[in-house]
Nanobody, 126 residues
Framework: QLKVVDSGGGLVQPGGSLRLSCTVS????????VAWFRQAPGKEQEGVSY????????YYADSVKGRFTISKDNAKNTVYLQMNSLQPEDTGVYSC???????????????????WGQGTQVTVAS
C-alpha cells in the first residue's frame, strides 16, 4: 500500500526554523518526485518546493527561495523541508505529495500528484 506521512509542524516565532519530514512507504523515492504545498487560511493552495526523483533537481517558489531547503534521504525514504527565517506569512498547512517520475507537468501542478500526506500545521507568530 502506498502511503505518505508528513510531520514536523508546530508553533515558531518569526525568524525561527522548523524542519518538516515526508516519509513514504510502499515505494521508493527513486521512482517518485516529491513536492511540498501549503495552504494558508482563506487562500489557495500553493507549491513551495520540489525535488526530482533521480537527479535531485530542486525548485522553489520565489517566496521561499533562499530560506527553505528541500532534501531527501533515499535510505530512509524521507524528504525534508528545512525552513529558516520563518515569517507570519509562512503560516499554513503544509502537505507533501508525490508523483511518478515520468510526469512532466509544472512542478506545482497539484493535480499531477497522486499521493498526499495528511498535512502538518505550521504557525509563525510572536
Amino acid at each position: 500500500q502506498l502511503k505518505v506521512v508528513d510531520s514536523g509542524g508546530g508553533l515558531v516565532q518569526p525568524g525561527g526554523s522548523l524542519r518538516l519530514s515526508c516519509t513514504v512507504s510502499g515505494w521508493t523515492l527513486a521512482e517518485y518526485a516529491v513536492a511540498w504545498f501549503r495552504q494558508a487560511p482563506g487562500k489557495e493552495q500553493e507549491g513551495v518546493s520540489y525535488i526530482g526523483a533521480r537527479n535531485d533537481f530542486t525548485y522553489y517558489a520565489d517566496s521561499v527561495k533562499g530560506r527553505f531547503t528541500i532534501s531527501k534521504d533515499n535510505a530512509k525514504n524521507t524528504v525534508y523541508l528545512q525552513m529558516n527565517s520563518l515569517q507570519p506569512e509562512d503560516t499554513g498547512v503544509y502537505s507533501c505529495a508525490a508523483r511518478p517520475r515520468s510526469y512532466s507537468g509544472h512542478f506545482f501542478t497539484a493535480l499531477e500528484y497522486d499521493f498526499w500526506g495528511q498535512g502538518t500545521q505550521v504557525t509563525v507568530a510572536s
